[in-house]
Nanobody, 120 residues
Framework: QVQLVESGGGLVQAGGSLRLSCAAS????????MGWYRQAPGKQRELVAA???????NYADSVKGRFTISRDNEKNTVYLQMNSLKPEDTAVYYC??????????????WGRGTQVTVSS
């Protein structure tokens, strides 16, 4: 079994910053890509940013230049540094990880989410 636990969400004023963390633990052999998604009320879940095991990144156009994704492979942790936050960034943020388990199986795991609220 593998668990992903997010932390770092909260309430911040527009223009502020937050740093999200997501730590994976359990029966992990290796992790391929890791990513952050978000879901605002009444909207579909959308990709925010993703990072490969080699460090290649991609971002949603709406966050380019403001958000930075990074990872620590030794800690099986992915981070999302969010700067210049806007009210439209308000959402529940979820991390995911493409995990190869020690038994050889491969599965996409999701965290439970952390709320980010940006006030105007």
């Amino acid at each position: 079994q593998v668990q992903l636990v997010e932390s770092g969400g909260g309430l911040v004023q527009a223009g502020g910053s937050l740093r999200l963390s997501c730590a994976a633990s359990g029966s992990i052999f290796s992790i391929n890509s890791m990513g952050w998604y978000r879901q605002a009320p009444g909207k579909q879940r959308e990709l925010v940013a993703a990072i490969s095991s080699g460090g290649s990144t991609n971002y949603a156009d709406s966050v380019k230049g403001r958000f930075t994704i990074s990872r620590d492979n030794e800690k099986n942790t992915v981070y999302l540094q969010m700067n210049s936050l806007k009210p439209e960034d308000t959402a529940v943020y979820y991390c995911n990880a493409d995990v190869r388990r020690r038994d050889g199986s491969r599965y996409l795991y999701w965290g439970r989410g952390t709320q980010v609220t940006v006030s105007s």
